[in-house]
T-cell receptor, first 114, second 113 residues
């Protein structure tokens, strides 16, 4: 596809379960970001990858959150022992490199923890 | 404290009317400012980018302005359409912040018939 693809688009899970969210960035994009967006709020930074290297994970809320991008393309965000406060939209974005290039966002994964 | 503040938080206008959204920032030194449009259930899409030397930038019915001295930007929407209903997010980059971006909380715009 031509854009950033995220799956699943919606995920409903029970408290305490683990979930895995997937992001397929635009081919060749070096930078990849994960954001968390609560209802009515702007995206909040979670983590940043440059190719396969996770250069910044300062935004991850707790050690239950783990992200990887092992081959520098597809990325997964894993949330262990989900809590109700984890309910949000998780957005993935990519761009060719640093600089003035705009971010290309996926449509997000709506996570609902019951 | 958030370095990017947007106002109003929400806005309702009639189809065909104009509106202006505001973005104030404290990010310094400044590199560039983008306005994104986010439709419900979708990811944000870039509308305009402005660097320090630019005062205004247009994209169809969208016109962004920047005053780097007062650290203010506005997004003006002319002759609004129902499809303009969305959240508009201001994103500011600093010169020394590398990949880091500063997001506003967005303005939710509803255009009614």
């Amino acid at each position: 596809g031509a854009g950033v693809s995220q799956s699943p688009s919606n995920k409903v899970t029970e408290k305490g379960k683990d979930v895995e969210l997937r992001c397929d960035p635009i081919s060749g994009h070096v930078s990849l970001f994960w954001y968390q967006q609560a209802l009515g709020q702007g995206p909040e930074f979670l983590t940043y990858f440059q190719n396969e290297a996770q250069l910044d994970k300062s935004g991850l809320p707790s050690d239950r959150f783990f992200a990887e991008r092992p081959e520098g393309s597809v990325s997964t965000l894993k949330i262990q022992r989900t809590q109700q406060e984890d309910s949000a939209v998780y957005l993935c974005a990519s761009r060719p490199d640093r600089g003035l290039e705009k971010l290309f966002f996926g449509s997000g994964t709506q996570l609902s923890v019951l | 404290k958030n370095q990017v503040e947007q106002s109003p938080q929400s806005l309702i206008i009639l189809e065909g009317k104009n509106c202006t959204l505001q973005c104030n920032y404290t990010v310094s030194p400044f590199s560039n400012l983008r306005w994104y449009k986010q439709d419900t259930g979708r990811g944000p899409v870039s509308l305009t980018i402005m660097t320090f030397s630019e005062n205004t930038k247009s994209n169809g019915r969208y016109t962004a302005t920047l005053d780097a001295d007062t650290k203010q930007s506005s997004l003006h929407i002319t002759a609004s359409q129902l499809s303009d209903s969305a959240s508009y997010i201001c994103v500011v980059s600093g010169q020394n912040s590398g990949y880091a971006l500063n997001f506003g909380k967005g303005t939710s715009l509803l255009v009614t018939p």
